[in-house]
């Protein structure tokens, strides 16, 4: 399963380097105190620095200049606590095909992403939704700040299973029922349901004050339509409705049409509302995401 | 079409095998998919997909396999040659008594025209057919003709004949249809003591099953007034049966009674005696498979004066005789005289004159019977149309009786006479002479100057009071009571010829109700000759004779089926269409030149499919 592949150390090794990317910072301490590695304000001594002209002058180093008549700038960490759910589609529809490892690439790149979070002390949890032994409804980790705690996932990424019915929506309705502090919601889903759905859930998202990135993930089979050519009988894996197909290059066609439609018109919605829309599309493609999407759309620095 | 070597047929399974992967490549596997979604802008097929609508590569492949499989096992066609010659059939009918017993709701006759019938609508066009029946003697219905609806017309109007079949007929239809390429013979039996030749063209179609039949074998008017009569019928099944016994006399009946035989046994009923003489008929009145033999006729002596002359010159034939005319009937008036005395009787009229070794023929009596003739130096020379009498034989045996009459085995009867028949006389038996001469042993007619008839055997020696020949006593007896019976009625067995007078043209009226007509010959005769059992009517413009025709043939009455092993013969019913001379032609490399070019046909689609892919790729 790719999702071992997140927890591999030459795989984190890739990862230390980077940082999510946060537009806002949060200043409020609620909860325990964090040390995070961006400069800012804080109360905690970090460095110093030569006075240049628009600097602070409230951070300048009496002290020094007394003792040595130079100008110094104290520079403080900055302080930050924000709560970061990795909220992840573990549906039916996830685990198809089967050859294309969809929910595994789903979890490796939450799991990357819990990672990154997490090596700057942020509290990250990471969040399933679909079904699980039968029942519908979110399965969800504590919150993790330090990465030394980050192997404490791997059971729960192991145990994930494609399995049940996906809404958005309505995951993102219990999700929100525990009323927390706004934080960051990274949503990993390959989308396929109705755009209301998603939209709806979207939006519900933004308007309890979270930064909202999205993870379309598709696999690399469906999302270009190469399936063997035939006639099949197929079968909805979710609602169970049948549909009898012949399968060839016609069809290939269309569906990479479809593909490239539901992910338009969710990237066009989510462009519309400042939501990070990262196309993941192919297993194969792990680390080019990571290493070069998610910078180049902001998901991390 | 067949196969030289069928067990290669198992190569076909390739076909079945190749049909299993068809069905297999065209069912529909389920294909479960994340979401239908995807597919919301696949082209929804036009027309479910059928099984039966295949690639057009299966189809050259199942040619492919089907041509190899069969070239394999030696698929072969039987070409019919062009008919060298025309073929000619012979359908030969038994149409004895017992081919017209009822089975179900139709006769054995009806099954056997039914089943030629069916020979001929399935005969080629050019073949002929002729149609032969044999019974008494062999008829050649109608000549090889290949004219279908006269062959079908002279086939429907076949009947069955109240006679037994000889096997001199059969041997004579048996000839007739020698010329043909092929014989049908339908019969539900072959007659007694009949030899079928060797021939492979002979093949026979067995008519029949067991069926119930009763018989009255004889009938005995008695003397009337003094004798009981005796009434003999015989159970043919093989079970108990109870017939009802009826019999008349001159249309009155003085008998009715219900009797149980014995499975295949015989009974003899009693009655009488009978009160006055005349026309005695018997009859079953319960039916059975065969109607023919269920009535019988006799005529018992009217009580009136019936003068009998009996002229011999040995003492004791004439008392032999004279016993033996008693015995028929005591109240006749008997005289016997020896030939030389007969100049007293000039003058005298005569019912009956039975004249032994002796003929007169201006004596004057009604009938006259003939025994052991001898013309007399003086007489005048014979004129034509009249009895010629040959030369003596010492010794003669009589071999057959023709008139239907019992004969159990030959009986050498001692000296004879060669005669020779007018025709207007009948022969009733006949028999050998030294040397294998065959002569007439018995026989009668009638012409102008009355009944006449003839026994050729002499009787000295007490012949007629002798128990090992008591064929020939009984052979006596019927003669001298059909020359007693009255003028205009003849009772005879079925099948023999009766010369009865007639003047003019005469109408002949058969039993079931038909009528011929028939012109007298130049003595004033018409020749009759009953094949049914019954009444038969003479009408002429001298009056109307009456024959009353009795049947009985042990054989044919018994109607128990007995298989017949033939020699087989070529194929009959429903397989002339093969009959024609055929080759065997394998057309092995035809299927394999079918397949090559299947093969070459699969692989220039294939190619061109791929010639067209690789462009689209493009």
Known sequence: ?301 | MGFLNPLNLFYGLSLGLLILIYLNARSRSTLEVSSLMLFEEVEQPIAKPKLARVDLLFWLELATLAALSLAVAGLYLKLHAAPERIRRHALIFDTAASMGAVEGNRTRLDQAQRDALAIVSSAPASDQFSVITYAQEATLRHAASGDRSAIRAAIESLAAEAVAARPSAFAAALMLARESDSAELFADRLPAGATVPDSSHLRLHQIGTDAANLAIVSLDSGVPGHTQGRCTIRNFSSQTRTPELAIDCDGHEVYRSSVSIPARGQVNLNFGPLASGGLVHARLLTSDALEADNQRWTYATANRAFHVLIVSPDAQVRDDLARVVRAIDPNFEITEIDPPHLNGLADAHFDLALMHDFYDPGLHAASRLLIYPNRPPNAAPNRAGELSIGKSVPYCEMSERIDGGILTRPILLGAGRIITLPIWMEPIARGVGPGSVTMPIAAIGANRDGRLGVLAFDVRGHLLLDPDRIDALILTVEMIKSLAAPQGLYIVSSGTYVSVPATGRARVQAPDGSSTSAVADQWGQVRVRPLQAGRYQVSSAGGVQQIFANYYDADESDLESKPVTMHAGEPGAGEYASITSSSVRPITLLLITLAVLAFLSESALLAGRTIIGRRSDV
């Open chain 1, 1 to 301: 399963m790719l999702a071992k592949r997140a927890f591999e150390p030459d795989f984190l090794k890739r990862l230390d380097g980077l940082i999510l990317g946060i537009k806002r910072a949060r200043t409020a301490r609620i909860g325990p105190r964090t040390l995070g590695r961006v400069q800012g304000i804080g109360i905690e001594l970090e460095n110093f620095k030569d006075y240049v002209e628009g600097d602070d002058l409230r951070f300048l180093d009496w002290n020094a200049v007394g003792r040595l008549d130079e100008l110094f700038i104290r520079t403080f960490r900055a302080e930050r606590e924000i709560e970061v759910t990795i909220l992840i589609d573990t549906s039916a529809s996830m685990a198809l095909p089967a050859k294309d490892d969809k929910l595994g690439l789903a979890l490796a790149l939450g799991a990357a992403l819990a990672y990154v979070g997490m090596n700057e002390n942020d509290a990250v949890r990471l969040v399933a939704f679909g079904a699980h032994h039968g029942k519908t409804g979110l399965t969800q980790t504590q919150f993790h700040r330090r990465r030394e705690s980050y192997l404490g996932l791997l059971p729960f990424v192991q145990k994930l299973k494609g399995e049940g019915a996906a809404s958005l929506n309505r995951a993102v309705e219990q999700l929100l029922l525990a009323r927390r502090q706004p934080g960051m919601v990274v949503l990993i889903s390959d989308f396929l349901v109705a755009a209301s759905d998603y939209e709806t859930a979207l939006t519900k998202l933004q308007a309890a004050r979270n930064e909202v990135k999205v993870l379309h993930v598709m696999g690399e089979r469906e999302s270009t339509g190469t399936l063997a050519p035939g006639f099949y009988r197929m079968r909805d894996c979710e609602s169970g409705q049948i549909r009898e197909i012949v399968l060839g290059p016609q069809a290939a066609a269309a569906c990479r049409a479809k593909v490239e439609q539901i992910s338009r018109r969710l990237r066009e919605f989510c462009a519309a509302r400042s939501i990070t829309y990262v196309a993941a599309f192919g297993a194969g493609n792990l680390d080019r995401i990571i290493t070069q999407e998610f910078p180049r759309l902001g998901l991390v620095r």
